[in-house]
Nanobody, 116 residues
Framework: QVQLVESGGGLVQPGESLRLSCAAS????????MSWYRQAPGKERELVAT????????NYADTVKGRFTISRDNAKNTVYLQMNSLKPEDTAVYYC?????????WGQGTQVTVSS
């Protein structure tokens, strides 16, 4: 059974940091491109960051470049999103996704709220 379980979300003040984790099981993690998406209320889900493999360069949305870092540990079947200098506009539900070809697996999401 495929599972992607996100954790690490919460309520933080502007300028603070959070680290999200996504633990995967039920598929060969190392063969899948792993991404983080987010969806704010009333908005479409948007791609935040992608790391296709352990050795590939990551890609980021312009809105998070220089503040967020995606990484993956294939030995632990886990992908991370380090989020620094958080802004109120980063408030959203954050989802991880595993993708290979036409196959996409999604997690259930974790809420990140940035507010003073």
């Amino acid at each position: 059974q495929v599972q992607l379980v996100e954790s690490g979300g919460g309520l933080v003040q502007p300028g603070e940091s959070l680290r999200l984790s996504c633990a995967a099981s039920g598929f060969t993690f190392s063969l899948y491109a792993m991404s983080w998406y987010r969806q704010a209320p009333g908005k479409e889900r948007e791609l935040v960051a992608t790391k296709s493999s352990a050795y590939s360069s990551p890609n980021y949305a312009d809105t998070v470049k220089g503040r967020f870092t995606i990484s993956r540990d294939n030995a632990k079947n886990t992908v991370y999103l380090q989020m620094n200098s958080l802004k109120p506009e980063d408030t959203a539900v954050y989802y991880c996704k595993g993708q290979r070809g036409i196959i996409n697996y999604w997690g259930q999401g974790t809420q990140v709220t940035v507010s003073s």
